[in-house]
């Protein structure tokens, strides 16, 4: 399959389209957005998908599509934008399923303080994923190459994203692309599966 044949497009806030990127949101996360919401983390994200103005709105996502399908998602924002998110949305999208959220939260703090050292120029790609029988196919570089592309338009001057250290393959894949690690977290508990790699690309 050539790049010629990948599509790239914005997303809409369609139901069909939420479920999709909670989908790629969890295979990113590595099942993260399960462990957090429970068994309907899935329709939880599709709601508030559709609403502007938060980390996991429509209106940060790009599909990648083959044939008309959707084979892949990138999700970022810049800096400024993530300062102006608000929790509201998934929140009021959990409903009672809240309290799950917040406890996680509570519990893996250092975690979710990862997001707010998003430095000041910074475009962060939040996710990328996609469909396993398409790794090595060009989609994932073609979803690059537009994330740099939008965070050079935006202004900023590095792409950043955090990236498990049990997840080998994807921090090759960055390095390919120029990225470093800047930093880890955290610095000094030895467990993989809750160590991630803050990484940077100077653009």
């Known amino acids: ?3 010629q044949a990948i599509v790239l497009r914005a997303a809409k806030p369609t139901f069909d389209e939420g ?3 909670a989908r790629y949101l969890d295979i990113a996360a590595e099942g993260f957005f399960r462990f957090m919401l429970g068994p309907r983390a899935a329709h939880i994200i599709v709601k508030a998908y559709t609403q502007p ?12 599509e083959h044939h008309k399908r959707i084979v892949g998602m990138a999700l970022g924002f810049t800096a400024e934008q993530h300062r102006g998110f608000s929790d509201q949305p998934l929140k009021e999208a959990a409903g009672h399923l809240a309290v799950r959220m917040a406890a996680v939260k509570i519990m893996l ?10 430095a000041e120029g910074d ?16 989609v994932g570089s073609t979803l690059m ?10 202004g900023s001057t590095r792409l950043t994203l955090d990236v498990s250290a049990k997840n ?8 390919r692309r120029g990225m470093t690690v800047e930093s880890q977290w955290p610095k000094r508990l030895p467990i993989p599966v809750l160590k991630f790699y803050r990484m940077t690309k100077v653009l």
Not at 53 to 64: I, K, P, W
Not at 109 to 118: N, S
């Open 123 to 138: 475009f962060y790609l939040l996710a990328i994923a996609i469909d396993d029988e398409l790794r090595g196919e060009g």
């Open 53 to 64: 103005n938060h980390s996991y709105s429509f209106q940060n996502v790009t599909f990648a």
């Open 109 to 118: 703090a250092p975690l979710f303080r990862i997001l707010k050292t998003i």
């Open 168 to 175: 080998e393959g994807a921090r090759r894949f960055y390095e």
């Open 19 to 21: 479920l999709l990127c």
């Open 1 to 3: 399959m050539g790049r």
């Open 145 to 154: 190459d537009l994330i740099e592309e939008q965070a050079r338009a935006s």
